[in-house]
């Protein structure tokens, strides 16, 4: 498995290379990679997840997705848990950009590709579950984190975001086990192959717009994309393998890993430019950690592995 992992993301940051070079060469314009990423947001990825559903009823299906969204619950505040103890308040330091981008992960924009390169639209499925509990999570915990604001119409709104809604229609079509006709479904999974290339772009184009000399100067982005990258998900990872005892399937276990192994969340940005915070350092983190989880991700699938057949040998 770490071996696809490592083949897929370095697919995605020759991608994201492509993007970057777009941007430098003024092919497409700042203005113009917020217009994309907003059609991959509410429309492709929307299409990946609805999609994920068209696939025939199964009991082991159902049973495996409830799993996953326990898994992605625990996950989520082992996450928080351990932001909290590596990032204590001090003063002059951005504490709530560092702690916000060592929880939460671009598991929408990287997950989604890594997931279906690995398991297809099985894993695609299973993340879902993931992609919910993040929402529903960072747009309250993360939110009010950043912010200091407790504004609870922000989670009303996140149930009428393209994501969720393709969530909830792409589960009532499964149990009743509604399938699209063939010309429909043709087109909006031609609509959903344009993820990995597109989400990769945009991310590449993000990217370009950091200058790789202040990256080095900076040390806090170091020491977030360290917890981001490593220290937390080797953390998740013995948790993971753990839940090999109960058994879960390798598939729920792996993309649960994926999902929350990923790089900083591209969202801690935007909520910054939108609250007037220190965006800058955010983009900065959200650099420095797409580049890097190239290198990471598949050492924590390794590491996740071996941890996995350890513990089955000794137990």
């Known amino acids: ?105 671009n598991c929408g924009f990287m997950g989604i590709p890594l997931v279906n390169s690995l398991f297809g639209s099985e894993g695609v499925f299973y993340l879902t579950a993931f992609i919910t509990v993040f929402n529903i999570v960072v747009w309250t915990h993360g939110l009010i984190m950043l912010t200091g604001e407790r504004d609870m119409k922000k989670l009303i709104k996140v149930f009428c975001s393209p994501t969720i809604i393709s969530i909830f229609l792409g589960i009532i079509c499964f149990f009743l086990r509604i399938r699209l006709p063939e010309i429909p479904s043709a087109a909006v999974g031609y609509i959903a192959a344009l993820n990995t290339p597109l989400a990769m772009i945009v991310s590449g184009i993000t990217m370009s717009e950091n200058k790789l000399s202040s990256l080095l100067k900076e040390s806090g982005v170091y020491r977030v994309c360290f917890f981001k990258l490593i220290v937390i998900p080797v953390v998740v990872s013995a948790v993971i393998s753990l839940t090999a005892l109960i058994p879960v399937d390798e598939k729920v276990r792996l993309t649960v890993l994926v999902a929350a192994s990923a790089p900083p969340a591209a969202i801690c940005t935007l909520q910054c430019l939108k609250y007037g915070k220190n965006s800058h350092y955010a983009s900065q983190i959200f650099t420095a950690g797409t580049i890097l989880s190239v290198i990471t991700l598949p050492l924590i699938v390794k590491v996740t592995e071996t941890l996995t057949k350890m513990i089955l040998f000794v137990c």
Do not use: W
Request: glycine share 4%; with cysteine; hydrophobic share 50%.
């Open 1 to 105: 498995m770490s071996g696809i992992i490592l083949h897929q993301t370095i697919v995605m940051l020759l991608l994201m290379l492509c993007g970057a070079l777009c941007r430098k060469t003024g092919i497409v314009s700042s203005a113009a990679n917020r217009e994309l990423s907003s059609f991959v947001i509410q429309i492709v990825n929307p299409a990946v997840i609805f999609m994920s559903y068209q696939a025939d009823y199964e009991d082991r299906l159902v049973r495996n997705l409830l799993i996953c969204f326990a898994l992605s619950a625990a996950v989520m505040g082992v996450m928080i848990a351990c932001a909290y103890i590596l990032v204590p308040k001090k003063e002059g330091r951005e504490t709530a950009i560092e702690r916000f981008s060592s929880i939460y992960s």
